[in-house]
């Protein structure tokens, strides 16, 4: 599994390497905002790797408005206090810890994922809608262009999800990609009702192009 957000990336490393959460994670504006400086003074010390980062993201990112996962240009977490009724922390992760065991977690460009023909490659990329600050970098629509591209020519099945806009469909047409529309689910702020459907689109790949 390779994701450009490090902070994802250790909480999924910290949990293989046994996890244990010994912060306060309680569904409290006051709490929410102390344990937001407190996980981005890591990341300003250089500590965002350590256990204590990888619980902060973890309740962060339950307590936060609408579970948003949202970063500064400067890289730190800006998601305000949410407003959910109730929440359930997972206080134990032990069970994952061997679930994990054979797991490998980097951290990267998608381009420097080594892919081998005995792999299937499922890619998740930051749909293509206004915001898209899900890390510090971002992903642009050159960024969109170059994941197709890099996907078309890759030696493995392959399964892309995004947000049906004009662009991305005409993008994975002209790379002679097949797809299809499917309907996802979107839910109003952090109540669970309902909102609609919105277009999104599946493009598969399944074997190399323009193989010499």
Not at 121 to 145: K, L, M, N
Request: contains cysteine; glycine residues 6%.
């Amino acid at each position: 599994m390779n994701d450009i957000n490090p902070h994802l990336i250790n909480f999924y490393q910290q949990i293989k390497q046994g996890l244990n959460v010994d912060i306060s994670m309680v569904n409290d504006k006051e709490l929410y905002y102390k344990q937001r400086e407190r996980f981005n003074q890591l990341i300003k010390e250089d500590n965002w790797n350590t256990p204590e980062a990888a619980q902060l993201f973890y309740y962060l990112n339950h307590t936060g408005y609408n579970g948003l996962c949202r970063f500064n240009k400067s890289g730190l977490f800006n998601v305000p206090f949410g407003r959910y009724s109730k929440i359930n922390y997972l206080k134990n992760f032990k069970p994952y810890t061997q679930m994990f065991a054979d797991w490998d977690f980097t951290c990267g460009d998608f381009s420097k994922v080594n892919v081998s023909s005995e792999d299937f490659v499922y890619i998740d990329p930051p749909y293509d809608v206004e915001f898209r600050q899900y890390s510090a970098e971002g992903f642009s629509w050159e960024d969109q262009v170059r994941l197709a591209n890099w996907s078309a020519n890759l030696n493995a099945p392959v399964v892309i999800s995004n947000q049906a806009t004009d662009r991305v469909v005409e993008l994975y047409k002209s790379l002679g990609i097949t797809y299809q529309f499917v309907d996802g689910p979107r839910f109003i702020s952090c109540v669970g009702n309902r909102r609609g459907a919105v277009k999104e689109v599946l493009a598969t790949m399944r074997v190399l192009r323009n193989v010499v």
